[in-house]
């Protein structure tokens, strides 16, 4: 891994297009250790401006609490109230934050000076840490949970936190408390058992797809040439942009309609 630290000129970025319902969306780090082959990030500018592939560096924004401090100072001045996606092109609680404690800082900053609303998006166990802190905010904390079979996960992202300790997690972060969701997504082969096993930590679940998730309908994710992961093992069956619909029917027989949300909706700041 190539770490580096760097001191960043601007935290907030206001935000557009799929996160339109946000003031704004907040990376603390750039690029993401956990390297998901899926990651539609490696196809945007952050991914494509970088030498180096996608997954073996990170850029630590060493200032961001202060910048946090500074801006959203600022933005109070032009907005009547501040939601806050975090994040949309890295994952907050990748492993150096073990050490560096980027995001642990930018959330003591936001006790300080709470945004209206904070989305917090994570693959992580880690997330655990910050408990304390997360009670202190208005956030949602939505857990990636794309299949329950550890052999598919393994498949599509090796680097990525196991299934059972993300599961735990999000557990123990709805037990604290905290509004909590399991974002399925993208979705990737799963057992039969996968609704109701998520039924046992969360109740409120997000599916998205590449299809309506990637940003170009699908094509991204063509280029990135993911669908020959499914040919080669022959799971074909699976890369279907009506395949979302067979995990709603099934999760419907665990959770109200109201709190299954597909793609965008799920990750836009909740009415309630
Ligand atoms: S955790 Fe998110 S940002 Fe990081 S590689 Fe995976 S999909 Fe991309």
Not at 109 to 136: C, G, N, W, Y
Request: with cysteine; glycine share 4%; net charge positive.
């Amino acid at each position: 891994m190539n770490i580096v630290e760097k001191h960043t000129k601007q935290l907030l970025t206001p935000a557009s297009g799929f996160l339109e319902g946000y003031t704004f969306s907040l990376n603390p780090y750039s690029g993401c250790a956990f390297a998901c082959s899926y990651c539609y990030v490696r196809k945007s500018p952050v991914g494509l401006f970088r030498k180096e592939d996608w997954g073996t560096w990170v850029d630590i924004k060493a200032n961001a609490a202060d910048r946090y401090q500074a801006e959203i100072k600022k933005a109070r001045k032009k907005y009547p109230s501040i939601s806050i996606f975090m994040s949309s092109s890295t994952d907050p609680y990748q492993p150096v934050e073990y050490k560096n404690e980027i995001t642990k800082s930018i959330l003591e900053a936001m006790v300080k000076e709470p945004p209206d609303f904070l989305f917090l998006q994570t693959r992580s166990p880690l997330v655990t840490r910050d408990i304390e802190l997360l009670k202190q905010l208005n956030v949602l904390v939505s857990m990636t949970v794309e299949t329950d079979r550890e052999d598919i996960r393994k498949l599509f992202s090796p680097s990525a936190p196991p299934i059972s300790a993300r599961l735990k997690a999000i557990d123990q972060i709805g037990k604290s408390g905290i509004k909590t969701q399991v974002a399925i997504a993208p979705l990737l082969p799963s057992t039969n058992s996968f609704s109701e096993l998520l039924s046992k930590v969360v109740n409120r679940i997000t599916v998205d797809d590449y299809f309506q998730g990637d940003g170009s309908e699908g094509k991204r994710t063509k280029t990135m040439g993911i669908y020959k992961i499914y040919e080669k093992m022959n799971l074909q069956e699976w890369y279907n942009r009506e395949k979302y619909k067979q995990l709603v029917v099934a999760l419907q027989r665990y959770f109200p309609n109201e709190a299954i949300f597909i793609s965008k909706e799920g990750f836009l700041p909740p009415v309630n």
